[in-house]
């Protein structure tokens, strides 16, 4: 972004003039952004390089993807209310989160399977976000382990998403290893208990799940290689193995499986991992143990026994389950309806924010998710008590795009269009962002 440390404030300032600078600047040699500027071209771009089932499991959502559409639409009843000649040269897009001054008010949201959409995956994203001092959230569902993610960018913000295994005994190791690599806060996600409706994935039969992608979180612990041990040597000799029609397909999965067997089995053979039961034991542990839809608020306390981290709760939609949260000594709330992809003709996150920002957000951080796409949307949300606005799906398509330069360019986008929305609105920091920029339509 500049030669300003990332996580310094004034690395932000100015952002807007840079970053329209150096494109204009670049374009007399003939040279274009990395990735397309506009937030439509963006995704038709990506889906343009993606498998029909990496685009299907990214931009999907649960049922006729109403609630998808609806997140969207929320934005188009607020309008910004600009208000000119006033002074707005020195612009200054920093917050406070988590007790820490942050350059921007940009978080990067969890998002799973990564390696669907690039190699390098979250490896990739995290050191992106580091470059421009955001917290990146890392995802349960992770391509690699969290361990390896903090490695490929010392020292920058993260946070780390869990959602709640059937296994007390996981949850806890899980959450001890993401305090021991660094991690500043927990994010309980709740909207998983059951895994939605997604029909782009059901058309296409696809789930990476089942293809041994996105379960390196639990590959790499100890109490889930345990559990597959178990699994395995219960099953060995059994005909449970053998319920799979033998396809083209079917063998390509299983070598995927087995590719991804080497922390089990100890082997980087593939033939080894292809004939040990254990790669195809973690896949069917792993659906047993994901989630639970035994979880009640009673459970959270356990997660306090767990760490000693800040805890936020992702997937409030409810102002009364926002303000349950914080009496029951939670340490945040992430309003979001994880983007649309678990429940259809659910409440968009938008409409309801404004209400949770009242009840709460005196007391702890509210952050939000769910339809962002670009600067001017992050100021909006700003602007109706959101503290913090996580990104999602864009950056993915980043990644698929460009890699970790991809992943660079669509949060430069999104921060230089916000400090661009805030000046042009005639204000001059984040923290002027309130229901006066903002008139209803």
């Known amino acids: 972004m500049s030669n300003v440390a990332p996580n310094d404030p004034a690395a932000a300032r100015g952002i807007s003039r840079r970053t329209q600078s150096n494109i204009f600047r670049a374009g007399i040699s003939g040279e274009r952004p990395a990735v397309p500027v506009d937030v439509h071209a963006l995704d038709a771009a990506a889906a343009s390089v993606l498998s029909k089932e990496a685009y299907a499991y990214i931009a999907g959502g649960a049922g006729t993807e109403a609630t998808v559409a609806a997140n969207r639409s929320a934005f188009d009843r607020w309008q910004l209310w600009p208000r000119p000649l006033r002074d707005v040269t020195d612009r200054d897009l920093s917050v406070t989160f988590l007790g820490r001054t942050r350059p921007t008010p940009l ?17 990739a994203v995290a050191r992106a976000a580091a470059s421009a001092g955001v917290p990146y959230t890392v995802s349960n569902q992770a391509s690699f382990p969290v361990e390896r993610i903090a490695q490929s960018a010392p020292g920058a913000p993260r946070l780390f998403q869990l959602y709640w295994s059937a296994s007390d005994e996981l949850n806890a190791s899980l959450l001890g290893r993401a305090e021991a690599a660094g991690c500043e806060a927990i994010v309980v996600t709740l909207d998983t208990h059951l895994l939605g409706w997604r029909t782009r994935d059901l058309d296409l039969a696809y789930l990476p799940f089942t293809r041994g992608m996105g379960i390196a979180q639990y590959t790499s612990d ?35 499986i087995a590719r991804k067997g080497a922390t089990l089995t100890g082997s980087r053979s593939l033939r080894d991992n292809l004939r040990s039961p254990l790669p195809r034991a973690a896949v069917e542990t792993f659906l047993d143990v994901f989630s639970t839809p035994t979880l009640t608020w009673d459970d959270l306390a356990k997660a306090r026994e767990w760490t000693s981290l800040p805890i936020i709760l992702k997937g409030i939609v409810h102002p009364d389950d926002a303000e349950r949260a914080v009496d029951a000594g939670l340490d945040g709330v992430w309003v979001s309806n994880h983007g649309g992809r678990q429940i259809d003709r659910s409440v ?17 951080p509210v952050i939000f998710d769910s339809g962002v796409r670009s600067g ?17 799906r864009p950056y993915a398509y980043g990644l698929a795009l460009a890699g970790e330069q991809g992943v660079r360019e669509v949060i430069r986008n999104v921060l230089a269009e916000l400090d661009t929305t805030l000046g042009l609105a005639g ?15």
């Open 222 to 256: 100890p109490v889930f290689q345990g559990l597959v041990t178990e699994r395995a040597d219960a099953s060995e000799g059994s005909a449970a193995a053998a319920s799979v029609k033998v396809t083209p397909k079917a063998i390509a999965a299983g070598v995927s």
């Open 376 to 392: 001017a949307d992050a100021a909006i949300a700003l602007a109706l008590g959101a503290d913090v606005v996580a990104l999602g």
């Open 427 to 441: 204000l001059t920091s984040i923290g002027e962002l309130d229901r006066d920029a903002l008139r209803a339509v």
């Open 348 to 364: 968009p996150t938008l409409a309801v924010l404004p209400e949770i920002s009242e009840r709460v957000g005196e007391r702890v």
């Open 107 to 123: 978080l990067l949201a969890p998002l799973g399977v990564m390696e669907l959409v690039h190699p390098e995956a979250d490896l």
